[in-house]
């Protein structure tokens, strides 16, 4: 088992694409942790470099608490499971699982041994003796599973191994994956660009954008607590609503004006925002967090909007409202909410889980709940300057 | 089904008969234009030497003559030989170099692109600017009038092309292929050995067979480098010509003989040119 550390690492393709930019990460020793972004964040890269496939161009990476910037990939001991799978096309599936072991010279029964373990474990038994072209996509998919599982490497490193599945195999596989881990106990950097995954799989998930990390932590973690909006607008769907806002009233942070509607900020929530007083900010709004039913708690406050369209979902129904002023928000409710688009109805927002940004830096000023001001070490994975 | 439905599946059959006779007139005239001289050369290399000449042609009784003629009066099968040597020498050793550069280009990036440029710059001379320097050169070396000397010589012509060509069955797929290999604890040599190579061997295969042909076909380089005892076939085809002019049926014969290993190969050499290219490049 093995912890994997990153300080400062950067990387530099050719003369001068950035792909990561001087990022620190520590992976704990059997931890599932789930790299997130968008596409072109670095994600890939940062696995690979970890992996040996890529250079380091600056900065310390340790495995075990030895550094490896100039270990071989052989070397490292770490299993990686590529997206397209990446399976030797002119062997069977049994030599596929077998070559690692083969090139360590380890004994012919314990290699029978393992395979049949390894090959139990995932169901695919049966197809020793096919080619990888002789499978299905999910079929392949275990096969490069069970050629990381098979070595019982110090850690495993999955670049996005799930997003050529189809979305019912995609759920029973993370399912499974979340199994083995707990099995094992073995440490797993995990990439995705599916926020579903990240935060159905990653005990942390780190959050990168544009070859930096904006934050890291358990998934409830960051999603109460997103540290800036872009992390607030890539969780969850529906993501939280950004609406774009001034403070303002008589102290400049009694009330948020949206253009149309102005909401009251309750008084015990204000001093946060003071210094931010009479200026732009961007207002998180969790799509859970507005009813159409007025809940009885008494820190809802009401505006009118107008429907604008009605998603159904099946479990539950996505309502787009209209604010005015060329504001939108999404609304969740529950399956049984019915609305004709145009129609003007309430709508209760909790002004208890407003969520308050900074316009130009995104930085979080204020989260929503009962957690008041931003926690500064969930800020200290904030580069300087922030993204 | 109405009137109108029928009416419309009648034009799409007419439509999808018209697409299908287009590209086959074009493929028909195409193919009479490769086909109608070489059925032309079997049929003067199966007559007498007096019917060859006659025209509009006349049918005698096909006979083997011809051919039997110049493997017993000309050293006809020491040009087969000469050239089996030479082509199979030139490809043999040409290959396993080509695969070495190939292999430095597409990893490391050896020279980046203006060595590879400079690699291929001299196959953009015309080859009768270069056989001049090295007949030269090979005069001083003693390899004038050698089947080595042939073999480099072809080489030459041989090594940049397939190199250049190899890099392209080295890219993409394969690429990942061996980087899981060596995250599998491969080195780099056993990667190379035990997942690129097999992968990329139809692609190999091909190119080999392309350098082979080249070889076998090449004129200028063995006419002016080989002397009598080392004469390849299409130099030997060429000393027919006789001062008592053409002997057209014996030359028919000779050149069906000259381009039999070729039709032998091209099936084989489509088969894996296809794969190869579908694993490289163009995937
Ligand atoms: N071999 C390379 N040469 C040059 N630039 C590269 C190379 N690989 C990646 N990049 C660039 O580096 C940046 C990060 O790429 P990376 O593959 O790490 O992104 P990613 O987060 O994995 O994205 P995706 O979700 O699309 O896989 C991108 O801008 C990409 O264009
Ligand atoms: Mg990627």
């Avoid at chain 1, 019982?152 to 399912?175: G, H, I, V």
């Avoid at chain 2, 076939?233 to 000393?239: A, H, M, Q, Y």
Wanted: glycine content about 8%; hydrophobic content about 45%; proline content about 6%.
């Amino acid at each position: 088992m093995a912890n994997i550390v990153l300080e400062g690492v950067t990387k530099v393709y050719g003369q001068d694409i950035l792909a990561v930019d001087n990022i620190d990460l520590e992976i704990r020793e059997g931890e599932f942790m789930v790299l997130l972004g968008p596409s072109g964040c670095g994600k890939s890269t940062t696995l690979r470099m970890i992996a040996g496939l890529e250079e380091v161009t600056s900065g310390t990476l340790r495995i075990s608490d030895e550094v490896v910037n100039d270990v071989d990939p052989a070397d490292r001991d770490l299993a990686v499971v590529f997206q397209n799978y990446a399976l030797y096309p002119h062997m069977t599936v049994e030599r596929n699982l077998a070559f690692g072991l083969k090139l360590r010279k380890t004994p012919q029964e314990v290699i029978d041994r393992r395979i049949r373990d390894t090959t139990a474990m995932l169901g695919i038994d049966s197809l020793l003796d096919r080619r990888p072209s002789e499978l299905s996509g999910g079929q392949q998919q275990r096969v490069a599973l069970g050629r990381a599982l098979v070595r019982d490497p110090e850690a495993f490193l999955l670049d996005e191994p799930l997003s050529n599945l189809d979305a019912k195999l995609r759920a029973a596989m993370r399912t499974e994956l979340i199994k083995i881990h707990r099995m094992l106990g073995k440490t797993v950097v995990h990439v995705t660009h599916d926020q579903v995954e990240a935060m159905t799989m990653g005990e942390r998930i780190c959050i990168m954008r544009e070859g930096r990390i904006i934050q890291v932590g358990p998934p409830l973690e960051v999603y109460r607590h997103p540290a800036d909006s872009f992390v607030a607008g890539f969780l969850a769907s529906p993501p939280m609503n950004l609406l774009k806002a001034r403070l303002s009233g008589h102290h400049g942070v009694d009330e948020v004006d949206l253009s149309a509607v102005n909401l009251p900020i309750p008084r015990h929530r204000q001093a946060p925002l003071r210094r931010h007083a009479g200026s732009e900010v961007v207002v998180g709004i969790r799509p859970e967090d507005v009813h159409t039913q007025e809940p009885s708690d008494g820190t809802h406050h009401r505006v009118d909007i107008t429907v604008v369209a009605v998603e159904v979902l099946g479990p539950e129904v996505i309502l787009v409202a209209d604010l005015g002023g060329g504001q939108e928000i999404s609304v969740r409710q529950g399956a049984t909410f019915h609305a004709v688009a145009g129609a003007r109805i309430p709508l209760y927002i909790d002004l208890e889980q407003l969520h308050f940004f900074e316009v130009d830096s995104g930085l979080a000023v204020l989260h929503g709940g009962a957690s008041g001001p931003v926690r500064p070490e969930l800020g200290s994975y904030l580069k300087e300057g922030g993204p | 089904m109405t009137a109108n439905v029928r009416g419309t599946m009648r034009k799409r059959g007419r439509w999808k008969f018209l697409s299908w006779l287009l590209p086959h007139s074009i493929l028909v005239v195409f193919s009479a234009v490769i086909l109608l001289p070489l059925l032309w050369l079997l049929r003067v290399a199966l007559t007498d030497k007096s019917t060859a000449y006659k025209i509009p042609p006349e049918w005698g009784q096909a006979s083997l003559d011809n051919f039997i003629e110049i493997f017993t009066g000309y050293p006809f099968f020491s040009y087969f030989l000469n050239s089996v040597t030479v082509a199979l020498g030139a490809t043999v050793i040409a290959l396993p170099l080509a695969v070495g550069m190939a292999y430095a280009f597409a990893r490391y990036n050896t020279g980046g692109l203006s060595l590879r440029l400079f690699v291929l710059s001299s196959q953009m001379l015309p080859p009768v600017i270069l056989v001049l320097p090295l007949f030269t050169l090979f005069l001083k070396a003693s390899l004038i009038n050698t089947l080595p000397g042939l073999i480099l010589a072809h080489m030459t012509l041989s090594l940049p092309f397939l190199a250049w060509l190899l890099v392209a069955f080295f890219d993409g797929e394969v690429a990942t292929l061996e980087q899981a290999a060596r995250t599998d604890g491969a080195t780099r040599f056993q990667a190379l050995v035990r997942i690129t190579l097999p992968v990329a061997a139809p692609g190999i295969l091909a190119a080999g067979l392309l350098a082979f042909l080249l070889s076998w076909n090449e004129f200028l380089y063995a006419l002016i480098l080989s002397g009598p005892h080392t004469n390849t076939l299409p130099v030997g085809l060429s000393s027919f010509q006789t001062h008592r002019g053409v002997d057209i049926a014996l030359l028919s014969a000779a050149t069906i003989c000259a381009i039999l290993p070729a039709m032998v190969l091209l099936p084989f050499l489509r088969r894996y040119l296809i794969r190869g290219l579908s694993l490289g490049a163009l995937k």
